[in-house]
């Protein structure tokens, strides 16, 4: 059956078994970046897998040449060793053709980066703050009264933890509160944290961005396609590192505006019997 | 070479008993307490290792609660950086460099003594804070405020006062390196005659005077911002915690330099032996090392792209660390060069430093990948980067020092190892560790950050498969340690030159070496 298969469509089918791998169709054996939801993202994954491309050609040419070299010039099979040590023209094109290589790769990851600081005026505004062990996010308006504020902990039960039962789907990657911001919107994250040092990450929109107490900093994205979309605190920040995920809802703006007035409708309700309590 | 018998030779041999070692002068000594230490550390540090895979074998808490967990994921890494590749090459330096310039010992014979004795009470304070109240360090090896000072543990102090005697051990191991090559070469050992091992620990002497200075700076000012309320890393005070990375990352850069340029002299060593041809290139070799050294001091922040930096130094510091690809592919070109046209012979010093070429080059090209800033945006803080420098460290730095230990073992003992067992120690150690860390390439792609004792369930078929690698990595080192206290005790003789194709003085004299070796300077053709 195999020998009938041409070498071509043998490449094929090992290629496409790859991407089935790596599109996680097989769970669980995931080998590869995701190509994530936002423009950004998408620039991401091509740098990544030109990169990828890239070395794994010069790994296989160097590699090649060595094993070549490893089974050509054996004493075993009377290799005479050669006296030559030196020679100023190869040495000088090893030095400049990975030169040129390294350029061809500067000049798209520079294009890259330039976009992500090239950032648009944002129609939403949230502020996240990393505490030990959550994230506070806070919708800003133009009124503080109108700001929504709230926490996201992390929300799989401690008996999945001790393995006293089984573990759900979304184990270690589910909160109380997501984060909910519109699709195809300009949102603007200000990044901050209150204790230690924290990174809020979320994989499919390609933005990593250390919150740092002391430091406010900036984040844009515009999400593509509305879901759910997880990730992890990325930088050790104590005890429960591992147990302070990321959820993000991403919805239509129209849902999103009618979730956004719901909110401030319970946070106004919640304010006004404070006040009410504060009188009596 | 024999030395000229004279009135006081008698006292020149070693004191009797253990107090030898205490007193010792030797260079060879010395080298060898650094040496032992450091695979006594290797051990400790690799146990820690276990400690870590076992954890994360399953999801879930399974052995450890997060706290230990992040004291093994720090003690880990500090004590494999300082504990043990650091004092190995160093025990290599101690006992290579004056053989390999025809020096009878190191210049300044008692600060060498000093500089190893202080070490074992380094370790032994920073090993018993796992036993005071809080428990050890557990902000990792990188230690990064406010986690490290507001937050960190009460024993933080004694974790500074340990890394303070490393410092200052290093700086004096260095001081005596530089000076020993400087002034004690044989006459007619000019500079680009001396092997590339006495030049690549020259030049990683010379980044050591440079940045452990910054580090114990650095330390000083937790300590102040611990005990004296000061805030340098304090935002609440006015400080910035980004200071500490800055300073850190200056000091941290040029060190992992500091851990692989004397491979890389090592590696120049047994590839031209076993290949018996002169290595490709020497002076380019030379200049590339010298070139990468200058380079660490101008890519620091390539840790930091996640911090919140500007544009221009995040373009500054992705170029500077691209560029570094261009002398590291040199040594790799000429490593290969030098094998095409030669003769060559498998032994097991050879198929460390081949596994070395293949394996560190691999750790090099993610490491290219790392510093495309916009990418790294992925990458960092993922077991993406813990399998990068894992893999330039543990196949890189540490086999190396394997490689340079089975190619001058003969010559230290005067006996040869055990050639099949070696080989069995090479094969576990090389499936080991590519079955340990490739797979972790993947997990870090599809998101799982490092320093977590408990992952989500996606992450759970490649943490598996990584844990047993790690088992059988850990376990192939008591073989190691197994043929070499076999090889000390005895085995074949070895004669002067056990290995056809070796090159350099050390060669010349006789296995096993004598306690004082070229009282009067060899002739240098």
Known sequence: ?280 | MTAIPHDDHAHHGPAKGLWRWVVTTNHKDIGAMYLWLSFAMFLLGGAFAMVIRAELFQPGFSLVAPEFFNQMTTMHGLIMVFGAVMPAFVGLANYMIPLMIGAPDMALPRLNNLSFWILPFAFLILVSTLFMEGGGPNFGWTFYAPLSTTYGPPSTVFFILSMHIMGASSIMGAINIIVTIWNMRAPGMTWMKMPLFVWTWLITAFLLIMVMPVLAGLITMMLLDITAQTSFFNAAGGGSPLLFQHLFWFFGHPEVYIMILPAFGIISAIIPAFARKPLFGYASMVYATAAIAILSFFVWAHHMFTVGMPFAAQLFFMISTMIIAVPTGVKVFNWVATMIGGSMTFEVPMLFAIAFVVLFTIGGFSGLMLAIAPVDYQYHDTYFVVAHFHYVLVPGAVFSIMAGVYYWLPKWTGNMFHEGLAKVHFWMSFVGVNVAFFPQHFVGLAGMPRRIPDYPLQFANFNMISSMGAFLFGLSQLLFMFIVIKCVMGGKKAEAKPWEGAEGLEWDLPSPLPYHTFETPPEIK
């Open chain 1, 1 to 280: 059956m195999l020998k009938r298969l041409r070498p071509l469509s043998l490449l094929a089918a090992v290629f496409s078994a790859l991407s089935l791998a790596s599109s996680g169709a097989l769970a669980g054996w995931e080998t590869n970046m995701t190509r994530g939801v936002t423009e950004i993202s998408h620039e991401i994954y091509n740098l990544h897998m030109m990169m990828l491309y890239i070395v794994t050609v010069i790994g296989v040419l160097v590699f090649g040449v060595m094993f070549w070299a490893m089974f050509k010039f054996r004493k075993s099979k009377g290799a005479k060793p050669a006296t030559w040590h030196e020679n100023t023209r190869l040495e000088v094109l090893w030095t400049v053709i990975p030169l040129f290589i390294l350029i061809g790769m500067a000049i798209p990851a520079t294009m890259t980066l330039a976009k992500i600081y090239d950032t648009p005026d944002a129609d939403v505004t949230v502020k996240i703050d990393g505490y030990q062990w959550r994230w506070q996010y806070t919708y800003l308006a133009d009124s503080p009264d109108d700001e929504v504020s709230f926490f996201s902990a992390l929300s799989t039960p401690r008996f999945e933890i001790r393995g006293e039962a089984e573990k759900s789907e979304w184990y270690l990657l589910d909160v109380d509160n997501p984060l909910v911001i519109p699709a195809n919107t300009p949102v603007k994250f200000l990044i901050t944290a209150n204790d230690v040092i924290h990174s809020w990450w979320v994989p499919d929109f390609g933005i990593k961005k250390d919150a740092v107490p002391g430091i406010i900093n900036e984040s844009h994205t515009t999400v593509l396609e509305t879901g759910t979309y997880r990730g992890m605190c990325a930088e050790l920040c104590g005890r429960d590192h591992a147990y302070m995920p990321i959820v993000v809802e991403v919805v239509e703006p129209d849902e999103f505006e009618q979730w956004l007035a719901e909110q401030r409708g319970d946070t106004a309700a919640a304010g006004s019997e404070t006040l009410n309590t504060a009188g009596q």
